[in-house]
C-alpha cells in the first residue's frame, strides 16, 4: 500500500515531468533548444513510482531519455531546464545538454547517451554498496532497444553473479527508435530474460503507478537483504517521437490518442485517487497547477541565463584538487 | 630498496594500498586464487578476501562500466585486463563514460579509477594479444595514460594511479614482469605523473622510448658510444599528462630527435612528440625528428616476422645516425 | 710643387695595407729610387720606392697605420711650401677613395666570398639549404651560410659544417679587428719576465696561423708515400749542368709534377659546395723560406715550361721572394703547391695543402741507400722520399696514389718527359 504522502508525492512528480517535457518541446519548436532532445511524455509512472521508493543516497543511472528519472530523482526544474540549454545554470555546466544529466548529491549518476552505457555503471555503484556493507541499492534504467545490446547481458550475469543491490527497471515503450520490438527483441516479455541469470523477472503495466510499486517494493527489499538483482519490465508508451523532429511514420495517430485518451497515467491516478477518496480533485488541480507554473519558471529561468564562459572550456577534464 | 620483478613490484603496491585504503579494491579475470595469469595480484585474496579481490566473468565491457559506477560511488577501483588489447572490447565504457564522465557532469564527479593490464610483443601471442594501443588512450581526452619502464617506476606510478582522482590507464609490459629491479621500499614512493625520466645523459641525439623500447634504446646507445656517438635516453612515463619541457630542453641541447616505441608507427604517438617537438624547437633542429614504430600490418606470430614488423636495435641505431648524416 | 706619397696598390686584389717602416722621417731629403717606406699586405710585405726627390715634408699616416690603397700617407716637396691645396683635397678625396675603398672592399669581400667558396659565377643564385640548427649557430657565430660548404644531403648545410668553419671566421675576425692594433713595435720583443719573452704576431705569422689551420679543419688530408730512386734524375741534372743550363733537383720534380698534373687533373683541382671545379692550367706554387716565415711565388702554366725554364722562373722567384720584391699576382692562382725540405737533412715529411688546392707534394732529401736490385742483388742508389698530401673529399687514395706513382715513374724515367 502506498500512503498518501507518497502518492500525491508521485502525482507531483508526474505532473512535474510531464509539464516540464511539453514545455520543452515547445521551446525546441519555437528554436529556442539545440540539438535535439528526447521526451519522456507518457511513461511519467515508471521514474515517478520507481523513485518515490529511493532515497538520496541511493543511486539511479538513465538513459537518452532521462529528464523524468532526473527529476523524478529530485532535480530542480530550473537547473534541469537550463541544461537543456547549455548555460552555464544547468546542472552539468551546459558541458553535457539533454542527454547526460546529472547530481551526484541525489545519486543520479546521470543519464547516458550510449544505450546501455549506463547499465554496468548502475551495478558499479551496487557494488560500492555491497562492498561498504550500506544498504543502498541501484536502479538502473534503461528501454527495450537496450536489452538486446551485450552490456545488458553483461550486467545482468556480473550483478546476479555477485548478487548486487540493483533493480533493473526496462521501460519497453514498444519502439526502438521507428523499430517496433516484435521486429527487433526475440521474446515479447523481456522479462523473460531474467532467467537466464537466474534473478526474478517482473513484466507489469508502466502505467499503473499501483502496480509498479509493488514489483518495485518487492525488489528492494530482495536487493536489500542481499539477495541480489530483479528485472522489471515496464510496458509503457511514448505519445511523442523518439526525438523532437521525429516525423513517426512507423505508427498510427490512432494508436497514439489510444494510449492517450484511455491509458495515460496520470489520469489513470487521478482517477483512482479520487475514487478512493485519498485526496480531492481540487488538491489534485492545484498539484497540476504549481507543475505548470514552475516549468514555466524553469524555462524563463533558463531563458534568462547567461552562456557558458569559453574560459572555462578545459576545466574539469581532470580532478587537479586534493 | 629491494630487488625485485616488476610484477612482484606491481603486487606488493596494490596490496599496501588496499591495506592503506579500504576503499580500493581490485576486480578482473583470474586474479583471485591464480593471481593473475602474470602474477600481479598473487596470493593479495588470501589478505584482502575475495570482495575486495573479485574474479570476474569475461566481461570486459560491463567490468570497467562497473568500475566507473562503483568509483562514481565512492569507491576506489582497480580494474585489470587481462591484454590491454581487450580494452577494445570495452571501449564505449572507456572512451565514453569513463574519459568524459567528470566533465560532462559539469565537474561534479570524481572517477577514481584504474584501468591496468600488460601489453606489447614478446610472448608468440600474435596479433590480437600482442598490440600496443596506449596511442588511443592518448588520443581521447579525460583519460591519463601511463607507461612504466621499469619495477621502481611500475612502483612509484602505480601508487599514484591509485591514489589520482581520475580515470587512468595503467599500460604494464608483458615482457618485463619477470625482470628484476631494484625497487624502493617505502610505502609512501610516488613518482609524480607528467615526469619524464631521463635514463641516459647524452649530447648528440636524443632518443625517446617508453616500455620494452627503452631498454633497447639503452642497448642502442651502449653500441653508438662505441663509435663516439652520445645518446640521451628519455622516458617520458606518462604520455598524458606529458612532460614536453624535457625533451625540449633536451632537443635543444642536442638538436636531434628519434621517438621508438611498439605501437604502430603510423598515427602513434611518436608522430605527437615529433610535431610537439618541431613546434617548439624547430630553430634548434638539426634534422627532422625520426620516429620509429610498429609496421602498418597486425604482427605476425612467426618470431621472425614478429622481429621484421618491429623496430630493432639496429634499426634504432640506424635512425640515430641518419640525425646525423651518417 | 708638392706631391703626394700614396699606399700603392700592389696586386689585383689588395684593399689595403699597414704602413710598417718608414725609412725617411719628417723633415729629411727623399731621392727619387730610394727606398721610402714598407708596407705589409697579407700576402707579403713589400718595399715602397720614392717617386719623387725632395724633402718629406709630412707623414700622414704613421707606422702601424691600416690605410686603404692610393689613399695619401706622406707629402713630398720644397722645405717651406704650402701644399694646403693638397689636403684640403684630402678630406674630399679621402671620402671618395673611403667609399672606393669600401666598394672595393664590398668587391673584394665578395671576391673573397667567391674564393672561399670555391665557386664560379653561378653561385650567386644558388639557394642556401640548411638546418635550422646549422642557421641557429652561424647567427651565434656571426657566420655567413653562404661562404660554408655543406655536408649534408643535396649540399645541406648542418650544424657541424657551421662549427667547423666558424673557426677559420674567428680566426679571420680576430686578425681584422687586431689589425689597427697589429703592429705597434713589431719586431721588437718584449720580455715580460726573464723565463719568457712574448713577440706580437706579425700580419704573415697571423695569415699564415689562419691558412694553417683553415686548411685542417675544412679538408679531409690524407698522406701517401712512395721511395724514388733519383738515379736518372741525378744524370738528367748532370747533363744540363754540363750545358751550363742550372737546374736544380727540385726543379726537375716540378717539371714531373706539371706533367703529372695533366694527366690527373682531380689533384689539379679545387672544391665548391656543389662540384669539383678542374683546373685547365697548372700553376705550381713553391714554398719558399724567408725570414719572417714563408712565401709560396707561383710558377704559372708551368705544364707549359720547360725544365729550363721552369729552372729560370724559379731562381728568379726565390731571389724576388728574399728580397721582398714579390709582387701580389706572383703568390695567386696555384694550383698544386711542391715543398721541398731536403736542403735541411728532412728525409720526409707531411706538408698540409694551401687551400683552395687539393693537393701538396713534399720532397725529402736524396741520399744514397742501400737497396736490393734485380736477382736479389745489393746495390746503393740515390733515393728520395715523396710525400703527398691530398684533400680524400675530393680525391681517394687509389688516383692519388696512381699519380704520386706517375710523379715517380717520371722521375726515374726522364726520358718520357719528351
Known amino acids: ?322 | 630498496m629491494s630487488i625485485k620483478t616488476y610484477a612482484m613490484a606491481i603486487r606488493d603496491v596494490i596490496a599496501e594500498e588496499m591495506r592503506r585504503d579500504e576503499r580500493v579494491f581490485i576486480m578482473g579475470e583470474d586474479i583471485e586464487t591464480l593471481g593473475g595469469i602474470f602474477g600481479c595480484t598473487r596470493d593479495l585474496y588470501k589478505e584482502f578476501g575475495t570482495e575486495r579481490v573479485r574474479n570476474t566473468p569475461i566481461s570486459e565491457a560491463a567490468i570497467v562500466g562497473a568500475g566507473v559506477g562503483a568509483a562514481c560511488a565512492g569507491m576506489r577501483p582497480i580494474v585489470e585486463l587481462m591484454y590491454m588489447d581487450f580494452t577494445f572490447v570495452a571501449m564505449d565504457q572507456i572512451l565514453n563514460q569513463a574519459a568524459k564522465t567528470r566533465y560532462v557532469f559539469g565537474g561534479k564527479a570524481k572517477i577514481p579509477l584504474v584501468i591496468r593490464g600488460q601489453q606489447g610483443i614478446g610472448r608468440g601471442n600474435a596479433a590480437t594479444h600482442s598490440q600496443s594501443v596506449e596511442t588511443i588512450f592518448m588520443h581521447i581526452p579525460g583519460l591519463k595514460v601511463v607507461c612504466p619502464s621499469t619495477g621502481a617506476d611500475a612502483a612509484g606510478l602505480l601508487r599514484t594511479a591509485i591514489r589520482d582522482d581520475n580515470p587512468v590507464m595503467f599500460f604494464e609490459h608483458k615482457a618485463l614482469y619477470s625482470v628484476k629491479f631494484e625497487v624502493p621500499d617505502d610505502p609512501e614512493f610516488m613518482i609524480p605523473f607528467g615526469q619524464a625520466d631521463v635514463k641516459r645523459e647524452g649530447s648528440d641525439v636524443t632518443v625517446v622510448a617508453n616500455l620494452l623500447y627503452v631498454s633497447r634504446a639503452l642497448e642502442a646507445a651502449e653500441r653508438l658510444a662505441e663509435e663516439g656517438i652520445s645518446v640521451e635516453v628519455i622516458d617520458p612515463r606518462t604520455l598524458v599528462p606529458l612532460d614536453l619541457e624535457t625533451i625540449v630542453k633536451s632537443v635543444k641541447k642536442t638538436g636531434r630527435l628519434v621517438v621508438v616505441h611498439e605501437a604502430h608507427r603510423t598515427a602513434g604517438w611518436g608522430a605527437e612528440i615529433a610535431a610537439q617537438i618541431t613546434e617548439e624547437a624547430f630553430p634548434y633542429l638539426d634534422a627532422p625528428p625520426l620516429r620509429l614504430g610498429a609496421k602498418a600490418c597486425p604482427l605476425p606470430f612467426n618470431l621472425g616476422l614478429e622481429n621484421a614488423a618491429t623496430p630493432q636495435v639496429d634499426d634504432i641505431v640506424k635512425a640515430v645516425k641518419a640525425t646525423l648524416y651518417r | ?418
Not at chain 1, 518541446?25 to 539545440?34: A, D, G, I, T, V
Not at chain 3, 689533384?267 to 685547365?280: D, G, W
Request: proline residues 4%; glycine residues 8%; hydrophobic residues 40%.
Open chain 3, 1 to 418: 710643387m708638392a706631391e703626394l706619397v700614396i699606399m700603392p696598390k700592389q696586386g689585383l686584389q689588395m684593399t689595403e695595407g699597414t704602413i710598417t717602416s718608414w725609412y725617411v722621417q719628417e723633415g729629411e731629403p727623399v731621392t727619387e729610387g730610394e727606398p721610402l717606406f714598407e708596407i705589409e699586405t697579407d700576402k707579403l710585405t713589400i718595399t715602397i720606392d720614392a717617386n719623387h726627390s725632395g724633402t718629406l715634408l709630412k707623414i700622414l699616416h704613421q707606422e702601424g697605420d691600416v690605410v686603404p690603397v692610393a689613399e695619401p700617407i706622406g707629402i713630398i716637396g720644397e722645405p717651406g711650401e704650402d701644399y694646403s691645396n693638397l689636403l684640403s683635397g684630402l678630406n674630399a678625396s679621402n671620402a671618395e677613395d673611403q667609399t672606393s675603398s669600401e666598394q672595393l672592399k664590398g668587391e673584394e669581400s665578395k671576391e673573397e666570398r667567391r674564393e672561399a667558396d670555391l665557386s664560379t659565377e653561378e653561385t650567386s643564385s644558388r639557394r642556401i639549404l640548411s638546418t635550422p640548427r646549422a642557421r641557429l649557430r652561424a647567427e651565434e657565430l656571426g657566420v655567413d651560410l653562404a661562404v660554408i660548404v655543406g655536408t649534408g644531403p643535396e649540399g645541406l648545410i648542418t650544424e657541424k659544417d657551421v662549427l667547423a668553419y666558424a673557426q677559420t671566421v674567428k680566426t679571420t675576425k680576430e686578425e681584422a679587428s687586431s689589425r689597427t692594433e697589429a703592429i705597434a713595435a713589431p719586431n721588437v720583443a718584449e720580455s715580460l719576465s726573464d723565463k719568457e719573452t712574448s713577440i706580437p704576431l706579425t700580419n704573415m705569422r697571423r695569415i699564415i696561423a689562419q691558412r694553417m689551420h683553415e686548411s685542417l679543419s675544412t679538408m679531409a688530408q690524407a698522406n701517401h708515400r712512395i721511395t724514388v730512386d733519383m738515379t736518372q734524375a741525378v744524370e738528367l741534372r748532370k747533363q744540363f749542368m754540363d750545358n751550363n743550363i742550372k737546374v736544380s733537383y727540385n726543379d726537375i720534380i716540378i717539371r714531373c709534377v706539371a706533367r703529372a698534373l695533366t694527366e690527373f687533373p682531380e689533384l689539379n683541382s679545387s672544391l665548391t659546395e656543389t662540384s669539383i671545379v678542374r683546373k685547365h692550367y697548372v700553376n705550381i706554387g713553391m714554398a719558399v723560406a724567408v725570414p719572417e716565415g714563408l712565401i709560396v711565388p707561383v710558377l704559372k702554366d708551368a705544364d707549359r715550361m720547360s725544365l729550363a725554364e721552369i729552372a729560370i722562373q724559379t731562381s728568379d722567384l726565390a731571389l724576388r721572394a728574399r728580397e721582398g720584391k714579390l709582387q701580389e699576382e706572383d703568390c695567386t692562382g696555384g694550383t698544386f703547391t711542391v715543398t721541398n725540405l731536403g736542403m735541411y737533412d728532412i728525409d720526409s715529411f707531411t706538408a698540409i695543402i694551401n687551400p683552395p688546392e687539393v693537393g701538396i707534394l713534399a720532397v725529402g732529401k736524396i741520399s744514397k741507400q742501400v737497396v736490393v736490385g734485380d736477382e736479389d742483388k745489393i746495390e746503393i742508389k740515390p733515393l728520395m722520399v715523396l710525400s703527398l698530401t691530398y684533400d680524400h673529399r675530393v680525391v681517394d687514395g687509389a688516383p692519388a696514389a696512381r699519380f704520386l706513382k706517375r710523379v715517380k715513374q717520371l722521375l726515374e724515367h726522364p726520358l718520357l718527359l719528351i
Open chain 1, 1 to 322: 500500500m502506498i500512503s498518501t504522502e507518497r502518492q500525491l508525492w508521485i502525482y507531483d512528480v508526474m505532473n512535474k515531468i510531464r509539464c516540464f517535457e511539453l514545455k520543452a518541446f515547445q521551446l525546441f519548436q519555437e528554436n529556442k533548444l539545440r540539438g535535439s532532445v528526447h521526451l519522456y511524455v507518457g511513461e511519467e509512472a515508471v521514474a515517478a513510482t520507481v523513485c518515490s521508493l529511493l532515497r538520496d543516497e541511493d543511486y539511479i543511472t538513465s538513459t537518452h531519455r532521462g529528464h523524468g528519472h532526473c527529476i523524478a530523482k529530485g532535480a530542480q526544474l530550473d537547473k534541469a531546464m537550463a541544461e537543456l540549454m547549455g548555460k552555464a545554470t544547468g546542472y552539468c555546466k551546459g558541458r553535457s545538454g539533454s542527454m547526460h544529466i546529472a547530481d551526484f548529491t541525489k545519486g543520479n549518476l546521470g543519464a547516458n547517451a550510449i544505450v546501455g552505457g549506463g547499465i554496468p555503471i548502475a551495478v558499479g555503484a551496487a557494488l560500492a554498496a555491497k562492498l561498504r556493507g550500506s544498504d543502498q541499492v541501484a536502479v538502473s534504467f534503461f528501454g527495450d532497444g537496450a536489452s538486446n545490446q551485450g552490456i545488458f547481458h553483461e550486467s545482468l550475469n556480473l550483478a546476479a553473479v555477485w548478487k548486487l543491490p540493483i533493480i533493473f527497471v526496462c521501460e519497453n515503450n514498444g519502439f526502438g527508435i521507428s523499430v517496433p520490438t516484435w521486429q527487433s527483441t526475440a521474446v515479447e516479455d523481456i522479462s523473460v530474460r531474467a532467467q537466464g541469470y537466474n534473478m526474478p523477472g517482473y513484466t507489469v503495466d508502466g502505467n499503473d503507478v499501483y502496480a509498479i510499486y509493488e514489483v518495485m517494493e518487492k525488489a528492494i527489499e530482495r536487493a536489500k537483504a542481499g539477495l541480489g538483482p530483479t528485472l522489471i519490465e515496464c510496458k509503457t508508451y511514448r505519445y511523442l517521437g523518439h526525438w523532437t523532429g521525429d516525423p513517426q511514420p512507423y505508427r498510427t495517430r490512432e494508436e497514439i490518442e489510444d494510449w492517450k485518451q484511455n491509458r495515460d497515467p496520470i489520469k489513470r491516478m487521478r482517477k483512482r485517487m479520487l475514487e478512493e477518496g485519498v485526496t480531492t480533485a481540487e488538491k489534485l488541480d492545484e498539484i497540476e497547477r504549481l507543475a505548470l507554473e514552475e516549468a514555466e519558471k524553469a524555462a524563463e529561468f533558463a531563458l534568462n541565463s547567461p552562456e557558458p564562459d569559453p574560459s572555462t572550456l578545459m576545466e574539469d577534464v581532470f580532478y587537479e584538487g586534493v
